[in-house]
């Protein structure tokens, strides 16, 4: 099975000859720099691009396209050749994306030259930037590696070539960019529409032409094209030609439905985003429009008043209401296609997608492998409360969670709004009457903790993941219950400044041994006591409990702990954490911030729209999760009696 890795992790070679796999979705020019044992670049020698696309042990593409696919010969690659980097930088093409953030996240996959999957590597996070390292494949104690880098410049090649030590990257840079230009006698032109000649005229009504243009009198080879059906009339089973056809789940590419369906959310949530942001432009061009045409009569003095200006006056805010309603018709028909695509996807996805209320965790059994990305919540835009889109992320977690507890979670959640008064009533735990209080914020932060715990517990197979809590005001006994009184806990959290000091060194020492074992290959000389099971810490009512010592080995956790199958999540006021002051600031930066009330904090990576996160509770009064909390630990059980020996190691940091 192919390893799908996250940023900074890295998988060993076993084959010296390998195919690199790219899709990108939109043109790129793909290449390559071989470097030395510090990575520099000797020369632009050391550069492989389409206007030289072969050196040896590499070859790439000679053009710009969505998909590539380079070959690397790790045995003919020169001595001096320790690290190969896999570029790839947007192509300059009219109507191309201007940055990797307007583009499809490009995918990259490295197999064996039969086809064998090895590793995959899909580049997310990307916003203004337009040149970007993939991967590279390391030489390291005469063994080679390949590792997820992702490392994006805005600067574009040049910027990537002089991040790497090449003189004259500028130069270098503008030599790969002319390589890459397109060729008009290189480039397929794309089909005319159906129904419009060559030339952009309408054609002549009737079936089409199958014949070469150039050899009309000879019918092409192959079976006679059939002829057009009746007017009216459909293909069987085609749905008629007056409308859309009917959604169906999971209908986007992938090699698997959890990665159709995968693909095919993150594409509503695309569609969604553009939708709206065009009609959020053809408002606004609307409001311009009524505007000036306001202004242009009242420039006048003579139209100022009397019944010129009144007429004047009405028919600009006429054509102003025209221009709104055709914006709202079309932001309308793309809303009723995607809710009609909604309300087929949401109950056909798997139980890692899905929300508490869905049917699918009633028959929900503990899985035998981990699925590929997880629900956190929903978000939705104010121009369509009833639309929702699944929030989902990637697994294993590439960033930590920060769930907000403080004031400032009070002040959003009471601000005015329809978009707030419908996140209060869809919210799975219902809010007490009135606007929340401090207290019934933090209570929610940590159901919402406990709620997304339990959602990774489930989703992972038995004995592959735990969870851990930091509570030193024991104030979290109650939220906590439900992974206690199941055994996923196996009791409650140790209070007071001993329990954060004897989870955090707990952990630091699992962190720590589990790098050894893997840089070492000696997984066999882990101590029979650790458990090699990912682990998910959660931190509530931070920064209480924790001396400068404490905060230390939290932020050696949080930068460390991935790579090695720890993952944090803190449940805490921002506000109060300011007065450790910098120390603190890396580790909130690189945490996701999420709420446990309806906040609009979120942008998408197209249009940048600030999306509402709703947080994804139970239902209120549900046992759901305690329900499938249960079932994990009836597993959990089954497989400790069957299989002692635990979980393979997570991927080499």
């Not at 195919?19 to 990575?39: F, H, K, N, Q, S």
């Not at 995959?120 to 930037?129: K, P, Q, R």
């Not at 979120?602 to 759901?624: F, I, M, N, R």
């Amino acid at each position: 099975m192919t390893a799908e890795l996250v940023r900074g992790q890295n998988q060993p070679l076993d084959r010296s000859r390998v195919e690199i796999r790219i899709a990108a979705g939109v043109p790129v020019v793909a290449g390559m720099t071989l470097g030395d044992e510090r990575g520099a670049l000797p020369g632009a020698e050391a550069v492989v691009h389409p206007g030289a696309p072969r050196r040896p042990g590499v070859e790439v593409a000679d053009r710009a396209a969505a998909e590539h696919r380079l070959t690397v010969d790790l045995d003919a690659l020169p001595a001096a050749v320790h690290r190969v980097s896999v570029l790839l930088a947007l192509a300059a093409r009219s109507g191309a994306p201007a940055t990797f953030g307007a583009a499809p996240a490009p995918s990259v996959r490295l197999t064996a030259i039969d086809g064998t999957g090895l590793a995959g590597y899909t580049v997310t996070g990307l916003t203004a930037e337009t040149a970007v390292v993939a991967v590279e494949l390391y030489r390291r104690q005469g063994a080679w590696k390949v590792r997820a880098v992702g490392q994006g410049y805005s600067g574009g090649l040049a910027a990537l070539l002089h991040d790497q030590g090449l003189a004259r990257a500028a130069d270098v840079a503008a030599e790969v960019e002319a390589a890459a230009a397109p060729d008009p006698a290189r480039e397929i032109p794309a089909p005319a529409p159906v129904g419009t000649s060559a030339a952009g005229a309408p054609a002549a009504a009737g079936p089409v032409d199958y014949r070469h243009p150039k050899r009309r009198s000879t019918p092409a080879p192959g079976p006679t094209p059939p002829a057009p059906a009746p007017s009216g009339a459909s293909a069987a089973g085609a749905p008629a030609a007056d409308g859309p056809p009917p959604p169906v789940a999971g209908d986007a590419a992938g090699w698997s439905m959890e990665e159709r369906l995968y693909n095919q959310i993150w594409g509503m949530f695309e569609d969604l985003a553009r939708s709206v942001a065009a009609y959020r432009s053809a408002s606004d061009f609307a409001a311009s429009r009524l505007e000036q045409e306001l202004d242009e009569v009242l420039a006048d003095p003579r139209n100022r008043l009397g019944t010129a200006a009144d007429v004047a006056r009405a028919t600009a805010r006429d054509r102003h209401a025209t221009l709104l309603t055709q914006a709202r018709a079309a932001l309308d028909r793309d809303l009723a296609q995607l809710t009609a695509e909604s309300e087929v996807v949401e109950p056909a996805l798997p139980p890692a997608f899905a929300r508490w209320d869905n049917p699918v965790w009633q028959g929900h059994h503990v899985p035998l492998e981990r699925p590929m990305a997880l629900r956190l919540g929903d978000l939705h835009l104010p121009e369509v409360l009833d639309l929702r889109i699944p929030m989902l992320v990637r697994l294993p977690l590439e960033r930590g969670l920060w769930i907000d507890s403080g004031p400032d979670s009070v002040a959003r959640a009471t601000e005015p709004g329809p978009e707030r008064e419908f996140g209060r009533r869809e919210l799975g735990s219902a809010l007490t009457d009135g606007p929340p209080d401090a207290a019934e914020i933090r209570r929610l932060a940590l159901e919402t903790a406990v709620a997304i715990a339990a959602r990774l517990l489930a989703v992972h197979p038995a004995g592959e993941f735990a969870v851990q809590v930091i509570d030193p005001g024991g104030t979290a006994a109650q939220a906590c219950a439900p992974l206690v009184e199941t055994g996923v806990l196996p009791g409650p959290p140790v209070p007071g400044a001993k329990g954060v000091a004897t989870v955090l060194e707990g952990l630091i020492r699992r962190v720590d041994l589990v790098q050894m074992a893997m840089r070492s290959r000696a997984a066999d000389a882990l101590p029979p006591d650790l458990d090699t099971a990912e682990q998910l810490l959660i931190v509530h009512d931070f920064p209480h409990g924790f001396d400068d010592r404490a905060v230390t080995m939290l932020r050696y956790l949080a930068d460390e702990g991935p790579a090695a199958g720890v993952h944090l999540m803190m449940v805490a006021d921002r506000a109060q954490a300011r007065e450790f002051g910098p120390v603190l600031d890396p580790l909130w930066r690189s945490l996701l911030r999420i709420t446990p009330v309806p906040d609009a904090h979120l942008a998408d990576p197209w249009v940048g729209h600030a999306w509402t996160y709703e947080p994804a509770l139970a239902p209120k009064g549900s046992q759901v999760v305690r329900q499938v909390l249960t079932r994990l630990a009836d597993a959990r059980r089954a497989a400790a009696r069957t299989e002692p020996a635990g979980p393979p190691l997570p991927p080499t940091p």
